[in-house]
């Protein structure tokens, strides 16, 4: 099956930045589009940015201009650059890919603390 190891999640202050990397493995044929969710307590899964192959990028509102998100498809990895870091962008962030289907990462934490 499919597996998407996530990694980069942490604990940082207001105003910081993290690094999200997220590398897919096992049976996989091309993958037409990767991205980043997110989810805290009490709230739907929400999209944070995605980016199809060779395509222009799209984010949610509440992150434009402070996160980017690229991709490596030799490696069959996603990125995403989180700066300018804040308290509500405290969640677990999902990995994403679709390849004839959608798959999944087991998420990881960011805790942004004021």
């Known amino acids: 099956q499919v597996q998407l190891v996530e990694s980069g999640g942490g604990l940082v202050q207001a105003g910081g930045s993290l690094r999200l990397s997220c590398a897919a493995s096992?049976?996989?044929?091309?993958?037409?589009?990767m991205g980043w969710y997110r989810q805290t307590p009490g709230k739907q899964r929400e999209l944070v940015a995605r980016i199809a192959g060779g395509g222009t990028p799209n984010y949610a509102d509440s992150v434009k201009g402070r996160f980017s998100i690229s991709r490596d498809d030799g490696k069959n990895t996603v990125f995403l650059q989180m700066n300018s870091l804040k308290p509500d962008d405290t969640a677990v962030y999902y990995c994403?890919?679709?390849?004839?289907?959608?798959?999944w990462g087991q998420g990881t934490q960011v805790t942004v603390s004021s």
């Open positions: 994403y890919i679709f390849s004839r289907r959608d798959y």
């Open positions: 096992g049976t996989i044929f091309s993958i037409s589009v």
